[in-house]
């Protein structure tokens, strides 16, 4: 498996960054774990848009889903048309999405994409990979996210405070892609619905997760103390995220 990071800015883009998103190759099966603005530019280094067997959009916050909307004139003007790209997705996000096009496009939104509401414990199958959501705590509809492939693990907190989903969605993970939007000094900031440099540590701890990616670091932040902070008390391996990042898991 290979992953790729597509976006790991929080909130708003650093300079020539993305927000957060994930492209997974295993085999031949390309899935994407959230899109934010700017993804979809880093997306085609990689693949066709016209290749993805599915998309998760973790919550509907427009750093997690904004290029959704690129993504959609795309598929809606290709001549092919290859309409019904499953999205993983809170549900009624599509109809959310849609709420800001005009007429016209509205109604080509769910024959572009097709909805698959995200239920709490149901077991989701992209490919060889199976995936499993465990809700967060974020100010709107969020899951954290697992998935498993034939040999890999891969985990991703989405954006939420700690909580004990977390613990169950990196369970032994691999790889742990956690959210860690602010450092040590702003806990009280984070409290809202985010984590800290510590708190993403701890998460990772308690989960006995291998390793450790940081992302949604605000570009306020510099990335590098957050990194310095997690390693205080995170015992495995810890690395920032950055655009065009790419890890193997698996053996491939
Ligand atoms: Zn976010
Ligand atoms: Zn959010």
New binding site residues.
């Given amino acids: 498996m290979i992953l790729t990071v597509l976006g790991c800015s929080?909130?708003y883009p650093r300079p020539g960054g993305a927000c957060?998103g994930f492209l997974i190759q295993e085999g031949e099966t390309n899935l994407v774990i959230d899109f934010g603005n700017g993804c979809m530019s880093n997306l085609l280094k990689q693949v066709e848009y016209t290749n993805l067997a599915g998309i998760v959009i973790t919550h509907m916050?427009i750093?997690?889903f904004g290029d959704l909307y690129p993504l959609f004139y795309a598929l809606r003007f290709f001549p092919g048309e290859p309409w019904g790209l499953q999205v993983l997705m809170p549900g009624g996000g599509l109809e959310e999405m849609g709420c800001i096009l005009g007429a016209d496009s509205r109604e080509y939104v769910p024959r572009v994409f097709s909805e698959t509401p995200i239920v709490k414990g149901n077991i989701y199958q992209v490919g060889d990979m199976k995936i499993i959501f465990h809700p967060t705590r974020h100010p709107v509809e969020g899951y954290s996210v697992r998935i498993e492939g034939k040999n890999w693990i891969v985990a991703y907190s989405s954006?939420t405070k700690p909580c004990p989903g977390l613990a169950e969605a990196a369970d032994s993970a691999d790889l742990f892609i956690c959210e860690a939007t602010f450092p040590v000094s702003y806990t009280k900031e984070a409290s809202f619905g985010h984590m800290t440099s510590a708190q993403a540590a701890k998460a990772a701890t308690d989960a006995g997760a291998k390793s450790l990616l940081l992302t949604?670091i605000w570009p306020t932040f510099d990335p590098r103390d957050i990194l310095s902070e997690v390693n205080e008390t995170y015992e495995g391996e810890a690395i920032l995220a950055y655009e065009g990042l790419q890890l193997k898991l698996g053996g491939r």
């Fill in positions: 929080g909130t957060n916050h750093d997690h954006d949604h």
